[in-house]
């Protein structure tokens, strides 16, 4: 994300992480350092691929569109890709045809900080083992 430019460094000739405090909130993307500072890079370079910036409210955004819209409850971490992929359809890098995979990763049922914050006002309820059978078809 914006907020832990330390690929987008690395991909303008500086491998060496960051110089200066990590902003980004999403804790899975919180590193100072790639811990592939030379094949990241490399990665991105040899498949033809691009960055692409976003910000954690990006982040929060997409996570909610998986979650409401496709039922794929992913940590914010494992939204990361889907904003990009939104971001690059927004600026149309994404025409109508195109193939894309985006891998949506991480369990969003152990974050109880996005679960909180996905349900808004809603209240989210805690389901008894003897309660499940009302839920299930």
Known sequence: PSGCATLARALDGDPSGLDG???????????????????????????????VEVDDSDIYEAQELLVRENGVLVEPA???????????????????????????????YKDGTALSR??????????????????LP
């Open 21 to 51: 405090p990590v902003t980004s909130a999403i804790s899975g993307l919180q590193v100072a350092i790639l811990f592939d500072p030379v094949g990241a890079p490399e990665a991105v370079r040899s498949t033809g691929g691009h960055l």
């Open 78 to 108: 494992g939204a990361t890709a889907f904003a990009g992929f939104l971001a690059d359809a927004r600026a149309g890098r994404v025409r109508p045809g195109d193939r894309v995979v985006v891998l949506a990763t991480g369990a969003g």
């Open 118 to 135: 996905l349900a808004g006002d809603d209240a989210v309820p805690v389901i008894g083992l003897d309660d499940l059978e009302e839920y």
